[in-house]
């Protein structure tokens, strides 16, 4: 299986704030990364697919981007809603794995 | 809107069996691939299980294999998951998601998820 590490586990930030988070893969994806967002008690919401690839309705404010095994997803300028915990996730073989998370919190 | 409602969920013992449904809304539900998607508490997300269109293709997580059953009845817009022998470890949120790939293969991610139901395997 293709293993998957976030980086930072956690990080805090402000309002306004621009935040960086990475996603390594054991081996490479092509593009085949995707990043969700979920806040406590909610489902995971899709973000960004095919690496850099905004889906509809998601804020311009986030952006990914990479190729291989290096990925990153950046938010331009966190907002209040923003604060959650982002996974990433390879689509590239079987079985999709996922990073272990990486929460976003509140300085 | 596109829509996924998960059921089923309860508190079980272990060795018992449940069965999970999802009712799907909103889209042509028997043109995409469905997934299963858990996720113990305080922990990260896990892939389960994956149907296609037609229930012709399914492929399964190693931790579940021999155990999990996905099905899904089209004519009722429903994606099932049978849990048979479960064990502690298998105490999770439970989430269906669909597959945005509607050509009859997998993207292997998930564009919609329901709000999940809880499963807790207790001794």
């Known amino acids: 299986d293709i293993q998957m590490t976030q980086s930072p586990s956690s990080v805090s930030a402000s309002v306004g704030d621009r935040v960086t988070i990475t996603c390594r893969a054991s081996?490479?994806?092509?593009?085949?990364l995707v990043w969700y967002q979920q806040k406590p008690g909610k489902a995971p919401k899709l973000l960004i697919y095919?690496?850099?690839s905004l889906q509809s309705g998601v804020p311009s404010r986030f952006s990914g981007s990479g190729s291989g095994t290096d990925f990153t997803l950046t938010i331009s300028s966190l907002q209040p809603e923003d604060f959650a915990t982002y996974y990433c996730?390879?689509?590239?073989?079987?079985?999709?794995?996922f990073g272990q998370g990486t929460k976003l919190e509140i300085k | 809107q596109v829509q996924l409602v998960e059921s089923g969920g309860g508190v079980v013992q272990t060795g018992r069996s449940l069965r999970l449904s999802c009712a799907a809304s909103?889209?042509?539900?028997?043109?995409?691939?469905m997934h299963w998607v858990r996720q113990a508490p305080g922990k990260g997300l896990e892939w389960v299980a994956v149907?296609?269109?037609?229930?012709?293709?399914?492929y399964y997580a190693d931790s579940v294999k021999g155990r999990f059953t996905i099905s899904r009845d089209n004519s009722k817009n429903t994606l099932y998951l049978q849990m048979s022998s479960l064990r502690a470890e298998d105490t999770a949120v439970y989430y269906c998601?669909?597959?945005?790939?509607?050509?009859?293969?997998?993207?292997?991610?998930?564009?919609?998820w329901g709000k999940g139901t809880t499963v807790t395997v207790s001794s």
């Open positions: 081996q490479g994806l092509s593009t085949w």
């Open positions: 149907i296609s269109y037609d229930g012709s293709e399914i």
């Open positions: 998601a669909k597959d945005p790939s509607g050509s009859g293969d997998f993207y292997f991610y998930m564009d919609v």
């Open positions: 095919a690496a850099s």
């Open positions: 996730q390879q689509a590239n073989s079987f079985p999709p794995t």
């Open positions: 909103g889209f042509t539900f028997s043109s995409y691939g």
